[in-house]
Each structure stands twice: as structure tokens, then as C-alpha cells.
């Protein structure tokens, strides 16, 4: 697990927990019986945040990629900034 992963998973309990701490038992069951609509913008909320973490998630892989290749191209950089080597001649 990266460290977004980690802040994403991090963000998402303390949600879980506030939520837990603001509602009563049944709230769940009587949203969906009684305020249909409700639990629609719910759901709809919930999968928005599913679809966002993916986003970030891969967007990150990305990133790690990008900085990977930005690494690399400076240590190219650093080997070939005295030239290219000079061709090693075989002894006769």
C-alpha cells in the first residue's frame, strides 16, 4: 500500500467514524423506506467517492512514473555530460 493509499484509507475511516458517531441505529433503514430520494443522493455521494479514489489512485501511479523517468533522464544526464566514452582499442 503506497502512502495515498494509506492518506485515502486514513480519510475514509474518519468519514466512516463521524458518520457513525452522527447517526442512530436505523437511520440506514428508514432513509431507504421513508426518503427514497435521500438514499439515491446517498448512494449516488458513495460512488463518487469510489470513482474519485480510483482517479487518484491511478493518477498517482502515474506520478510515481513520471518522477521514476525524471530521475533516470538526470542520471543520463550526469553520465553523459563529459562526452561520450572514448572507444577502448584492442592490442594488435
Sequence with gaps: MNRLERLL?????????RIAAATLPGTVGATASHH???RSHIEQSESRVAALRAVLLARYAEWE??????????AVAELEKD???????RAA
Excluded: F, H, S
Excluded at 512514473?65 to 538526470?74: R, T
Excluded at 562526452?83 to 582499442?89: I, L, M, V, Y
Design 36 to 38: 427514497p430520494e435521500l
Design 9 to 17: 484509507e486514513d480519510e475514509l475511516n474518519r468519514l466512516v467514524d
Design 83 to 89: 562526452g561520450p566514452p572514448e572507444p577502448k582499442r
Design 65 to 74: 512514473q513520471a518522477l521514476e523517468e525524471c530521475e533516470n533522464l538526470w
